[in-house]
């Protein structure tokens, strides 16, 4: 957890502080030399997801610290699902391909923690009051 942490505070500060280099490993062109045409709010968005990647980067950080194992079994599915809408985005055309770098990483970290969880819940001994 706290790797995904880390790596996600780092994208979101590789977005916000070069959005280019954040577009470009996405498959996504560059922003043009000339600027983007009007109406076009790809570094709005970009801005936005940046801080919310930096932000969930700090709070699976803190739970990592914290050994918050409920955040962590909450993440699994949410990943999980996060994995197949990005997949579909890619197969759909709504995404270019470089974008499944991000769902195939979501749906593998999912699978990460879950298997982490359920190796740390096999290995733990059962409690007196049945708690793990």
């Known amino acids: 957890m ?10 979101g ?6 959005p280019d280099t954040l577009l470009s490993a996405m498959g996504f062109d560059p922003i043009p030399d000339g600027g ?9 968005f970009l801005t936005a997801s940046s801080m919310a990647a ?5 709070y699976y950080i ?6 918050w194992k409920a955040f962590f079994r909450w993440t699994v599915p949410f990943r999980l699902l996060t994995c197949a ?4 985005a890619v197969v759909s055309g709504r995404a270019p391909a470089g974008f499944l770098g991000v ?3 979501e749906g593998l970290g999912a699978l990460a923690t879950a298997a982490a969880l359920w190796y740390e819940n ?6 007196s009051d049945g708690a793990r």
């Open 2 to 11: 706290a790797v995904f942490g880390l790596l996600a505070a780092a994208m």
């Open 13 to 18: 500060v590789v977005g916000l502080v070069s």
């Open 36 to 44: 983007r045409a009007e109406g076009d709010h790809t570094l709005v």
């Open 54 to 58: 930096l932000n969930m980067g700090v």
């Open 62 to 67: 803190l739970a990592a610290f914290a050994d």
């Open 85 to 88: 809408v990005f997949t579909l």
């Open 103 to 105: 769902g195939l990483w």
């Open 122 to 127: 096999r290995a733990s001994p059962v409690a």
